[in-house]
């Protein structure tokens, strides 16, 4: 099974590393790292580096299709008319397309999402509808083959339901357990609609503060 994760520079991490974790610990999958250029790809936060093996001139097809988001490169990922015909292209060749966080932007730009309910990172969301998506504030929404995942941690809890879906629940179960995902935060502020109004507007500050760091 063929697994193709699109990463652009200014990704954040988490975004895509944290589905592969769940996805590379499933048997007899294939995980493809594709950049529009092969090479150094820096992430969000200028500290980390990932390394695209392939470009989107070499892979044509793939079973699933996954796009992270981005604190704000996504916007001009959404803009790249040669990244979203890539996007259409293997999108037509795939059982699942998925994305985590401002990534279904990205697939909403292409108009794969259209009259389609989609969610997205709580702060953009609201821009799911300019591009003809209906935007829904779910941690997990699926339509048909989309999967779109909420803000950045989401994506482990798509991977989850990627996994069952794919390879059965057993399998899911077992990469659930190598990488000991048994979240218990300590506070009830990792969700929108349950956040306290002053926890929201503190976090637009750190939201705008890391958007300074990629362009300042």
């Not at 995980?31 to 936060?45: L, N, P, Q, T």
């Not at 299709?65 to 704000?72: A, H």
Request: aromatic share 6%.
């Amino acid at each position: 099974m063929e697994i193709a994760i699109y990463i652009y520079n200014g990704v954040t991490m988490l975004d895509a590393i944290g589905p592969y974790e769940i996805l590379r610990n499933l048997k007899g999958v294939n995980i493809k790292f594709v950049a529009k250029e092969k090479g150094e790809i820096i992430a969000d936060s200028q500290m980390v580096h990932l390394n695209a093996k392939y470009d989107i001139e070499e892979v044509n097809k793939a079973d699933v299709l996954l796009i992270p988001g981005s604190s704000i490169s996504f916007i001009k990922e959404m803009k790249d008319e040669k990244v979203l015909q890539w996007i259409r292209d293997i999108d037509a060749t795939t059982q699942k397309t998925v994305s985590v966080c401002t990534g279904s932007l990205i697939l909403a730009a292409t108009g794969l999402l259209k009259d389609k309910k989609a969610t997205s990172h709580w702060k953009p969301i609201n821009l799911l509808a300019e591009l003809g998506a209906l935007p829904t504030r779910e941690r997990i929404v699926e339509e048909g083959k989309y999967i779109t995942s909420a803000g950045v941690s989401s994506g482990i809890d798509m991977a989850l339901l990627l996994a069952k879906q794919l390879k059965g629940e057993k399998d899911a179960k077992a990469a659930q357990l190598v990488v000991e995902y048994d979240p218990k935060p300590m506070f009830n502020s990792g969700n929108y609609l349950s956040a306290e109004p002053e926890i929201i507007q503190y976090a637009k500050k750190q939201l705008e503060r890391n958007a300074r760091i990629i362009i300042p």
